[in-house]
Nanobody, 124 residues
Framework: QVQLVESGGGLVQAGDSLRLSCAVS????????VGWLRQAPGKERQFVAA????????SYAGDVKGRFTISRDNARSTVYLQMNSLKPDDTAVYYC?????????????????WGQGTQVTVSS
């Protein structure tokens, strides 16, 4: 099993920035990509961003492209999501996901265990 632990959320004003962290542990030999999904009240969980194991491939949802940046710290087994120019529509619980490819994560998949997520709230 792959364990995923999210952190870094908070309450910020529109235009501010946050950096989320995802600690990945367990049977990571079977994981080739890690990413982020989010779920807002009344909405389905949706893809945000993903990165390949080596960091050479990244993928972003259209709504966050140009504002969010995903990166990987291989030594610490941590994936980050730098969120800039935050908007109220970014308000959601953010979850980390692990999979065989960035495409599988973009489709909403997760081969790891779902964590508690981290709450991001953006006020106008």
């Amino acid at each position: 099993q792959v364990q995923l632990v999210e952190s870094g959320g908070g309450l910020v004003q529109a235009g501010d920035s946050l950096r989320l962290s995802c600690a990945v542990s367990g049977r990571t030999f079977s994981i080739y990509a890690v990413g982020w999904l989010r779920q807002a009240p009344g909405k389905e969980r949706q893809f945000v961003a993903a990165i390949s194991r080596g960091g050479g491939t990244t993928s972003y949802a259209g709504d966050v492209k140009g504002r969010f940046t995903i990166s990987r710290d291989n030594a610490r087994s941590t994936v980050y999501l730098q969120m800039n120019s935050l908007k109220p529509d970014d308000t959601a619980v953010y979850y980390c996901a692990a999979g065989l490819s960035t495409a599988s994560i973009a489709a909403g998949g997760n081969r790891g265990s779902w964590g508690q997520g981290t709450q991001v709230t953006v006020s106008s």
